[in-house]
T-cell receptor, first 112, second 114 residues
Framework: QQQVKQSPQSLIVQKGGISIINCAYE??????FPWYQQFPGKGPALLIA?????SEKKEGRFTISFNKSAKQFSLHIMDSQPGDSATYFC???????????FGQGTELSVKP | DTGVSQNPRHKITKRGQNVTFRCDPI?????LYWYRQTLGQGPEFLTY????????KSRLLSDRFSAERPKGSFSTLEIQRTEQGDSAMYLC????????????FGEGSRLTVL
């Protein structure tokens, strides 16, 4: 019940295309859903986050779609660029405690 | 720059030795977290501090692991009698005042146990 399941494990997208990464969770007590971006040799960096009272949040080329009834959320990267090539992690937590449960990660490669 | 400095960045040690990692947040943020990340996996929560108080510890944190945050500033994570299964990246993160769910991670300390 504490798991967050992420797919796909890896993703190859052409430059300018849309990258879509999906996550599913079981614990309905989760109330904060961030996405992190991690480059090799670096720590994860917060990209965008959403709370379950909204169905979508957009920041630049990055959009989170949230489906509370299905207990699923996804990250869309519009106009994907080679610089977006990184590993992306979804996460979830409850009560804003900072104890994040991370997904397994998606390695994104954007081809020029 | 996430405002979190970790040292050492890399540590290679032999099985059975003790190692200590240090985390220095840029300023004295209330909350400080330790996570562990193994190759190809997402980070896993280990423990966190509210000021100098250690409020929660994961079951992943065996009795060989100890974390401290004296005076509520920097923090240390010590692993005693290291095992090969301890090989991982150890990540420190700070919370954000007023928005504790948002974490800023350091670049991590990579441990290799031979």
């Amino acid at each position: 019940q504490q798991q967050v399941k992420q797919s796909p494990q890896s993703l190859i997208v052409q430059k300018g295309g849309i990258s879509i990464i999906n996550c599913a969770y079981e614990n309905t007590a989760f109330d904060y859903f961030p996405w992190y971006q991690q480059f090799p040799g670096k720590g994860p960096a917060l990209l965008i986050a959403i709370r379950p009272d909204v169905s979508e949040k957009k920041e630049g080329r990055f959009t989170i779609s949230f489906n509370k009834s299905a207990k699923q959320f996804s990250l869309h990267i519009m106009d994907s660029q080679p610089g977006d090539s990184a590993t992306y992690f979804c996460a979830a937590e409850r009560n804003q405690g900072g104890k994040l449960i991370f997904g397994q990660g998606t390695e994104l490669s954007v081809k020029p | 720059d996430t405002g979190v400095s970790q040292n050492p960045r890399h540590k290679i040690t032999k099985r059975g030795q003790n190692v200590t990692f240090r985390c220095d947040p840029i300023s004295e943020h209330n909350r400080l977290y330790w996570y562990r990340q193994t190759l190809g996996q997402g980070p896993e929560f280990l423990t966190y501090f509210q000021n100098e108080a250690q409020l929660e510890k994961s079951r992943l944190l065996s009795d060989r692991f100890s974390a401290e945050r004296p005076k509520g500033s920097f923090s240390t994570l010590e692993i005693q009698r290291t095992e090969q299964g301890d090989s991982a990246m150890y990540l420190c993160a700070r919370g954000t005042s007023g928005r504790p769910g948002e974490l800023f991670f350091g670049e991590g300390s990579r441990l290799t146990v031979l």
